[in-house]
């Protein structure tokens, strides 16, 4: 009895580990790199086979020719995609105070110019310290220092930003967002083009 009870536990622990550790995620793997082919592989920007970054997980700009995203609490370093994490900070804690007296310095050196008020999300880390997305403020906020310091159009950077934003999910959740890397990655192209472009005018 007891050798009897023993093979049908080890016959139904083999033919679940197969089903649940086997055949299932490989089914619902294939079918996500089938159907979603960029979304199962983390949506990875990828420029000429260099993966630049993700679409889902934020990077670290100061330069003040790009736009800046979030600040970030994760660690050891800001945007680690390993230690996903909030501060869990009050807004009266010591350290949030300081983290956003900091950005809002950063911010002023940058453009000193700018009299508009800061838009609170450039000044604090989201849930997940590795938010990809500004608002539109924020952008919009940045627009001509950008501008300035690329030596482009106003208008320009306005219609990068356009070409960058997220509108609200299924069209009622939420507000229109920016993608701060793929933003930036537009900078650098346009700026490419327009640097090919004038090396390619007659003298």
Same mark, same amino acid.
């Given at each position: 009895?007891?050798?009897?009870?023993?093979?049908?536990?080890?016959?139904?622990w083999?033919?679940?580990?197969?089903?649940?550790?086997?055949?299932?995620?490989?089914?619902?793997?294939l079918?996500?790199?089938?159907v979603?082919?960029?979304?199962?592989?983390?949506?990875?920007?990828?420029?000429?086979?260099?993966?630049?970054?993700?679409?889902?997980?934020?990077?670290?700009?100061?330069?003040p020719?790009?736009?800046?995203?979030?600040?970030?609490?994760?660690?050891p370093?800001?945007?680690?995609?390993?230690?996903?994490?909030?501060?869990?900070l009050?807004?009266? %804690?010591?350290?949030f @105070? #300081?983290? +956003?007296k900091?950005?809002? !310095?950063?911010?002023? &050196?940058?453009?000193?110019? /700018? *009299? =508009?008020?800061?838009?609170?999300?450039?000044?604090?880390?989201?849930?997940?310290?590795?938010?990809?997305?500004?608002?539109l403020?924020?952008?919009?906020?940045?627009?001509?220092?950008?501008?300035?310091?690329?030596?482009?159009?106003?208008?320009?950077?306005?219609?990068?930003?356009?070409e960058?934003?997220q509108?609200?999910?299924?069209g009622?959740?939420?507000?229109?967002?920016? %993608?701060?890397?793929? @933003? #930036?990655? +537009?900078l650098?192209?346009? !700026?490419?083009?327009? &640097?090919?472009?004038?090396? /390619? *005018? =007659?003298?």
């Amino acid at each position: 009895m007891f050798m009897q009870s023993l093979r049908i536990s080890v016959l139904m622990w083999i033919t679940l580990t197969v089903i649940f550790g086997v055949a299932y995620p490989g089914i619902t793997t294939l079918a996500a790199q089938t159907v979603f082919p960029s979304q199962s592989q983390g949506s990875l920007i990828v420029r000429v086979n260099n993966t630049i970054g993700s679409r889902l997980v934020g990077q670290n700009f100061s330069d003040p020719k790009y736009f800046w995203g979030r600040l970030s609490a994760t660690g050891p370093v800001p945007y680690n995609a390993a230690a996903s994490s909030g501060s869990n900070l009050s807004i009266s %804690n010591e350290t949030f @105070l #300081n983290n +956003a007296k900091a950005r809002i !310095a950063a911010l002023q &050196a940058a453009d000193p110019d /700018n *009299k =508009a008020a800061i838009p609170v999300d450039l000044v604090t880390a989201s849930g997940s310290g590795l938010d990809p997305h500004i608002s539109l403020a924020a952008a919009e906020y940045q627009a001509a220092r950008v501008a300035r310091q690329r030596g482009m159009g106003y208008d320009t950077i306005k219609t990068l930003i356009g070409e960058n934003t997220q509108g609200r999910q299924w069209g009622v959740l939420g507000e229109p967002v920016v %993608n701060v890397l793929t @933003l #930036n990655l +537009a900078l650098d192209e346009k !700026a490419k083009i327009n &640097a090919e472009g004038g090396a /390619n *005018k =007659a003298p």
